[in-house]
């Protein structure tokens, strides 16, 4: 509790509240844009920080996170493209209210939803982050395979439309994170005698390329067609009737966001699924959805909120990124020099209470500046689509190039992207591939180290408790497409007989 | 605008999946392109004295790469052998991609500013963009406005062309 408040001490400075106010109003309005989610986001502004002292650039870069999701939500109601698929849900109900005229309290309820989630999720976070580093601090090599295992198999299965196109996208991510030099022998991997290919090819940089890039490519081949704003009306104020159907839904919303997006396991987008589907059983007003029903924007929407900041636990106490976004979040770290894991909290721990305290301010800044500026976000919607991607266009070079540094990384970025349209049209999901190119060379570290220290005995991964259950996890979630194919053919033929 | 992002919400049309097949048949075969480069390059490593050798990566991830590939290659198989009814608009793909090429050679002679112009002008108009002067305007402008904030501002520094911009 006290290095919480030393956080905040930290936090309120007027200069670190300037950054923090910053960093919300950019990570809004670029998250507003549509097609941007807030993993591209915060990728494209991960190079306004890189210059500033670290406590600074991690309040700002707190302020980009949350902003880039608020505004991604936005999107979602008045243009029905949802920037991520953690935010798919919010645009099922959302974009129908907004085009039966009551965007305004659309957007009041995801607005108002997002700071009661947000907050609870990051006094949750403040909680559990301490703790789950304690216990982590006493986890092997081992147990950081197993965990890794978890994630990447959960991560494919979860994030795509089926395991196999989920695999491809973790296996090409993999790839590419195998480029550069081998850190324990010295010798280069897939460079091809390309020396800016030595130092392997910089996560912003596949970010950047596979979501921007494949992005603005699918709308050249495409041809761009019409983008339907639904207009605002009314101040966005939520009536009492509005209020009294919504607060439940922010709360059972909270409940399912935070424990689900806190797991090692690769699952975002998954609590604002079942949220939407518990507010649709759960509801009085059943008939209403699918036209626009309120409970299905405030449920979804605080899930999100909730899920963000839980994804912070794994990603802070074991360094463990579970979303395209924490992928990017841990890349931000390392820049400014931070090694997520169990020792970030003892080594580092000013700047991580710092970074904790701020992303309740920011919370607070979003509120107070949302509600109010919400037409001015919406106006923003309004710039047309060559306008958006052209710009998207010229930051995603400047992204590239800030990352890298050299025009290697400029023509690496240019096929990576032509990869992201492929994987695209293929309707293979891109962010299980930011999230294999961040794990797989941590795995094979860790798997090495593991080795080494039991001198070449592959039992020593199944060595605990704790490893055993893990694998399982992993067997049981490898086979539960075939379970349920399995019972399904069973049904089908019990029904037939 | 078409809703491009993965997700339930896209509409499946015939048209739509045919495209989707075909386009993951292509990925495939590409995958599979790639287990066998993936696989040679991990055969000329030398191994180490660790229990697990420099290539024990790239090897395993070679072979996921074929079986995955494989497997998206033939799921899709009646789409490929199809004669494709290619999409449209293809050559500004083409276009755009030489651009880029083009702009990242360009980058440390002509500079940010200039470069930065070009990019936007030449993507706003292959996406559709009317007014070729207003498009010079706005990216001009978004130009100068990114070199201020990055290169003034933050400290970030920007190849300069011979004017200084």
């Known amino acids: 509790m ?57 309040i700002m870069f707190a302020g980009i996170y949350y902003g880039g999701m608020y505004g991604g939500s936005t999107t979602s109601i008045l243009l029905n493209t949802p920037g991520e698929s953690a935010s798919v849900a919010t645009a099922l109900e959302g974009n129908k209210m907004a085009r039966a005229g009551r965007g305004a309290a659309a957007l009041a309820t995801a607005a108002l939803g997002s700071f009661v989630a947000g907050t609870i999720g990051t006094i949750a976070l403040s909680a559990a982050a301490p703790f789950v580093a304690d216990i982590a601090v006493n986890f092997g090599p081992p147990e950081y395979v197993a965990l890794m295992a978890v994630a990447f198999v959960t991560v494919s299965a979860l994030l795509g439309p089926s395991l196999l196109k989920g695999g491809a996208s973790l296996v090409i991510g993999a790839t590419i994170g195998l480029v550069g030099i081998d850190t324990q022998t010295g010798q280069a991997r897939l460079a091809f005698g390309l020396p800016s290919l030595f130092d392997g090819i910089d996560v912003v940089i596949v970010v950047v390329a596979l979501f921007a890039l494949g992005e603005t490519f699918a709308h050249l081949v495409a041809g761009t067609g019409d983008s339907r704003v639904e207009p605002l009306r ?101 820049s400014y020099g931070l090694q997520p894991g169990p020792q970030l909290f003892s080594e580092s721990g000013e700047l991580v209470w710092a970074l904790i305290a701020s992303l309740y301010i920011g919370n607070v800044l979003l509120l107070v500046l949302n509600l109010p500026l919400v037409r001015a976000w919406a106006r923003l919607l309004t710039i047309p689509a060559y306008g958006i991607y052209a710009g998207v266009l010229v930051f995603a070079c400047l992204g590239a190039f800030a990352a890298g540094g050299t025009i290697a990384d400029l023509i690496v970025l240019t096929v990576l992207g032509l990869l992201g349209l492929l994987m695209r049209s293929a309707g293979v999901p891109v962010a299980p591939a930011v999230v294999g190119l961040i794990l797989a060379p941590l795995a ?54 | 605008m078409t809703d491009l992002e993965e997700g339930p919400v896209r509409p499946e049309t015939p048209e739509v999946e045919h495209a989707e097949a075909r386009a993951s048949g292509l990925l495939g075969v590409i995958m599979v392109i790639a ?58 793909l083409a276009v ?37 002067a207003r498009v010079v305007a706005y990216g001009w402008t978004l130009a100068v406005v990114v070199f201020l904030v990055f290169d003034v501002l933050i400290g970030l520094s920007l190849p300069a062309g011979p004017w200084g911009f």
Request: glycine residues 10%; aromatic residues 6%; hydrophobic residues 50%.
């Open chain 1, 2 to 58: 006290g290095d919480l408040l030393n956080g905040f001490a930290d936090a309120l400075t007027p200069g670190n509240l300037l950054w923090a106010f910053v960093g919300v109003t950019i990570g809004t309005a670029v998250g507003v844009l549509p097609g941007i989610g807030p993993a591209l986001t915060v990728a494209l502004l991960l190079p306004v920080t890189f210059r500033l002292e670290p406590a600074a650039a991690l």
């Open chain 1, 234 to 334: 009314g101040a966005p104020m939520l009536s009492r009737e509005d209020f009294r159907r919504s607060w439940p839904a922010w709360l059972r919303g909270t409940a399912l966001g935070f424990p689900i997006g806190s797991l090692p396991a690769g699952g975002a987008d998954v609590p604002t699924f079942l949220s939407y589907s518990l507010e649709k059983r759960l509801s009085k007003h059943r008939s209403q959805f699918g036209h626009g029903a309120i409970e299905g924007v405030a449920g979804p929407e605080a899930a999100n909120n909730a899920a963000a900041a839980g994804v912070l636990v794994p990603l802070l106490t074991i360094g463990l990124p579970t979303s395209a976004t924490a992928a990017v979040i841990l890349t931000a770290f390392q």
């Open chain 1, 444 to 497: 094979e570290q860790q798997l090495r180290r593991s080795l080494a220290l039991s001198e070449g005995d592959w039992s020593t991964l199944v060595s605990s408790p704790l490893t055993v259950v893990l694998w399982i996890v992993v067997l049981l979630a490898l086979l539960s497409p075939l379970l349920r194919r399995l019972i399904q053919t069973r049904k089908a033929t019990s029904l037939k007989h």
């Open chain 2, 35 to 92: 287990a066998v480069v993936v696989l040679v390059d991990a055969a000329r490593l030398r191994d180490s004295d660790d229990a697990l050798g420099p290539a024990a990566a790239p090897t395993l991830l070679g072979v996921l790469l074929g079986l995955v590939g494989g497997a998206l290659a033939f799921q899709s198989r009646h789409f490929l052998r199809t004669p494709k009814a290619r999409p449209a608009h293809l050559w500004r």
């Open chain 2, 96 to 132: 755009l991609v030489v651009t880029l090429v083009v702009y990242a050679l360009l980058l440390p002679l002509m500079g940010f500013v200039v470069c930065g112009t070009g990019l936007f002008t030449v993507a706003a108009l292959l996406l559709g963009a009317p007014h070729p």
